[in-house]
């Protein structure tokens, strides 16, 4: 039976599509180097009616890496909110979740044109999946299902497509104090330690962040840690320092960040600090999105829906202790997505609501980000990944 929410299209229109786009892409060309190929940005976006969306799919692009100028490559369409997507670690795959659904999409990618073709689409076991990461191998693929409460893990196959997960894990707590978002678990990310023996989970329903032991023989998934966060803190997305034994959890409803300790050999993690993502002379209602970090570990950013602006904070590289540096506008409404280029050159914020991807030139020795005057017009865009330096 087709399966539709009423406002967008059934699955097997969706596959139909798909399979007009394996269909009708063009032949792809001998592999090069990760560090031959040119950088490309992968735009994924909300599209249903129920996500009062304005989006049409994947849209691929190629960006100037000396002035950080995009120039439109490809889109994808008949897709379903492909609303977060990763690289494999060579490049040459590009996976997606589907916000409001319960299945991931594998593309294939050209190294030289950037494009992307359909390698199929694998159940995830849940409903919403939100953020997804692939272990250390490229074997497995680890998906958070917020609406369902559980992590999932799907094989990989030899050519990067996906089979359907052979595991969930369901998250166990007390929800939360908000009466609307917290009525149970709501994993929101997936993110592996440096070791890639460790994967960690904010749940954004319990105020609990999980840190799961996975065994890459068996693809399995099981509980080592769990720090609790304050009440109504929401932890939405975590991200390691590339270098110390360091992470920041970004707390979505209470708009602060938390920087943590990290014990590699037991799998732990112990705050040492929490500090707001706000300006002080912010009063407004709003909500944290997104975080990113330099290259470098000297800087952490992160994103606040309604003060619609990006908190840039340096780094104490002894404690990871974070102290503010600016806040920057990001020139659109909601931006739910904030990232860097693989180089840490350029930041792009992607304004969910007001239709827009904003350029930032990134000053390597203080943090600070200057906008380029270069604006892509992108409806809902709720995701950017990069290929490239």
């Known amino acids: 039976m087709d399966s539709s929410d009423g406002h967008g299209p059934t699955r097997r229109e969706t596959l139909r599509g798909a399979a007009a786009l394996l269909a009708t892409a063009p032949a792809f060309a001998q592999p090069v180097s990760a560090q031959a190929r040119a950088a490309y940005a992968y735009v994924g976006s909300f599209t249903s009616a129920q996500r009062k969306a304005r989006g049409n799919g994947i849209n691929v692009f190629r960006i ?20 977060f997507l990763v690289l494999s670690k060579d490049q040459r795959a590009l996976y997606s979740v589907h916000g ?13 044109s950037g494009k992307l073709k359909l390698l199929g689409q694998a159940d995830t076991g849940g409903k919403n999946g939100v953020r997804q990461m692939l272990d250390p191998s490229g074997r497995f693929l680890i998906v958070a299902n917020y609406a369902s409460g559980t992590v999932a893990v799907l094989p990989v196959a030899e050519d990067g497509a996906l089979r359907n997960q052979t595991q969930l894990l369901e998250l166990k707590g007390t929800p939360g104090p908000h009466k609307v978002r917290q009525t149970s678990s709501h994993p929101h990310d997936i993110v592996f330690d440096p070791s890639g023996r460790f994967v960690v989970v904010p749940d954004l329903g319990l105020d609990r962040t999980f840190v799961l032991r996975f065994d890459p023989s068996r693809g399995m998934l099981s509980e080592a840690s769990v720090v609790e966060g304050r009440p109504y803190s929401g932890p939405r997305h975590v991200a390691f320092h590339p270098s110390r034994p ?13 920087t943590c300790a990290w014990d590699g050999e037991r799998g732990a993690l112990r705050p040492v600090q929490i500090i707001a993502t706000l300006r002080t002379s912010y009063t407004g209602n709003s909500t944290s999105a997104e975080l990113a970090v330099a290259p470098s570990g000297n800087f952490v950013y992160a994103s606040n829906r309604g003060g619609d602006d990006i908190a840039v904070y340096a780094v104490d590289q002894g404690t990871g202790v974070l102290s503010p540096v600016e ?54 865009p709720v995701t950017i990944a990069f290929t490239g330096g």
């Not at 409001?100 to 030289?112: G, M, R």
């Not at 506008?329 to 969910?352: D, H």
């Open 64 to 83: 100037d890496e000396n002035t950080g100028a995009w120039t439109h490559v490809q889109h994808v369409g008949d897709l379903v909110n492909p609303s």
């Open 100 to 112: 409001d659904e319960n299945h991931a999409t594998a593309f294939a990618v050209d190294p030289e």
């Open 246 to 258: 360091l992470m920041w959890i970004l707390n979505e409803l209470d708009s602060t960040m938390t």
């Open 327 to 380: 806040w920057v506008p990001t020139q659109g409404k909601g931006p739910r997505f904030i990232g860097l280029t693989p180089s840490g050159r350029f930041m792009y914020a992607a304004n969910e609501v007001g239709d827009t991807v904003v350029t930032y030139r990134v000053d390597a020795a203080s943090g600070k980000l200057t906008p380029t005057g270069q604006v892509v017009q992108s409806g809902s």
